[in-house]
Every structure is written in structure tokens, then in C-alpha cells.
């Protein structure tokens, strides 16, 4: 793999071999996008091609570095990520990152620290890395990946070269998709639901049965206000377990509740699940604006109850109940 695996990120890429050639790599980058954008995989790739011992401005794949990076045993390169059974980047993890950057590299020039949702380490972690981005190794790179850079310290964001990554268009996106197997069908549905994500698009593709399950989502969504209490809690209990398997369920449901938003405000360029275009138009002329929008915060807050650890299928039989009542 290279730089040719990132999809839809020719200026980021442009970017960095331009660091490469010029021998001016920063101490620190910013990589910001939005989840499935292929800032990892950017990160990555960029390490190859600065630790290449063969290829100029990219990665070779044969050398011995590119091989020891493809099997993640390069001693030179650290991923520090969140771990298992915590919600946040602990000042320990960046405290071991500090004495570890502080020794010369061991096979090649450079060290390189990648920081995956770097937004979501501890107050006291961002600022231990502070302290080491304001008095950095010559040998060292550290790369933060974050999906909303205003929730970093202003001063971390500072002494970082930014690199904002782009949402992805949907052709390139179906493309892909095609020439993963995938039918034009399935291409085109699956790329309109990514959003510019090439990796979301990738995930929902590999989910078994995923439009079998799509449908079901979704002609429960068409008559909500028809469905009985053991048809809600049917649909709550099949849900809750999808959501086991990393399911999209609630970009599913938002997705739908913003396509009934853009047809009443005649907008169907934007339109998301066009398949049940029909079906949405019909919704659009029994809701109202004030409705939609409501439903879409009810969504949003049973998807936050849920990630706060409430027992998701509580928090979706709440939801439907909710979305069953008529507007008042």
C-alpha cells in the first residue's frame, strides 16, 4: 500500500510529500476530518514514506521498513489510542510517550507518535503534551487525529501543521464500492449514506444482510405511528442487538428524519435514501418542521444515553414510544 490507497485526499497527500522532499518535517501535525475519512490511514502512510528506505516521495513496500511497518513491529512508530474499558487518553499513556520520545530512534531517522482522537484525552494529558510540543526532538513527529479540532487546546492546536482532510465525493465513493463486488444498487445507496466517508462506506458494505436489515429500519420508520407496544418492543430488542455488531442504526434513523427535512424545504438533491423517496414524501406532508426536528433530538439524545451507558434497549423503546405520539 501507498500514498495511491488514500481515496479523495490529493491536496493532504500533495501536502505532505512536498514536507518529504523538501526535508522539513514538522515536529507536530493536525490531521482533522470527520470519522471514516482515512486520517489513520494518511497517518500511516506518511510514516511509510518518511521511514522508506527506497522510494523518494512514497512508500515502497518492499524495504525493510515499510515491511516492518505493515506487520506494526517498527520501533520507531506508536500508535497511542484509547484503552479497552476507558473513555479518554490518560496522562500515564502521554507521561510514557515523553520518556519513550526523549531516546534517539533505533532503526532509522525519525520517531513517529500517532494520537488517535486526540480530542478526547484528559485536561492533564493535553497539557503533559503541551509541555513536549513546545520543546520537541529534532528526530521527532507527532501526528494528532482528531474528529473536532475545537475541542483541543487552543495552544496544543498552535504548534501543530494542520492538515484539514476533505469529505470524499460520492462517485469516488460508489466507485469504490464497485470495484469492491458491489451492484450500482448497492453502490449508490451505501455511498449517499456515507457522507463523504469513504471507510463508513467500507464498514457498511462488509455488514451482513446490511439492506435486509436497512429495510426493516426503515419500514418500521414508515408507519411508526401505527405500530403496537410488542411491535416496539420487536423492533427495540432486534435493534439493540444490531447495535452490538457496530450497525449504523442511528445514522439510519437521523438519515431519515433529515431526507423528510430537505423534501419539505424542496430540496431533493440531498436526499439520502432515495429509494423510499415516495414513502418520505408522503411523511414530509404529514409533519411539520417543528416535528422533524424534535424527532431528530430525541434521536440524538437516546444515541448519548446509550453511549453513557444506559441499557440501549430502554433507551430505543423510548425513543419509539416518543416518535409514535402524535405532534402536539
Known sequence: MSFNSIIGQEEAVSILQDEIKKERISHAYLFAAKKGSGKSKLAFEFAKAIFCQESELDSCGQCINCRKLEHQNHPDFKIISILEAKTAISIAQIRDLKKEIAYKPYDSEHKIYVIEAAEKMTKEAANSLLKTLEEPPSFATIILLTEDTGKLLPTLVSRCQQIELKSVSQSKIQKLLLNKGLNSEQAEIISRTAAGSPGKALAISKIEAYFEKRKEVYDFLRDVRNKNTIEIFAITKKLSELLQTDFPCFDLLSDWYRDIMMIK?????????????????KLAQTLDLKQIIKNLELIAESEKNIELNIRAELSLEVLFFKLRQPDQ
Do not use: F, M, R
Open 265 to 281: 424545504q424542496d430540496y431533493l438533491e440531498a436526499v439520502i435514501n432515495k429509494d423510499y423517496l415516495s414513502d418520505l414524501k
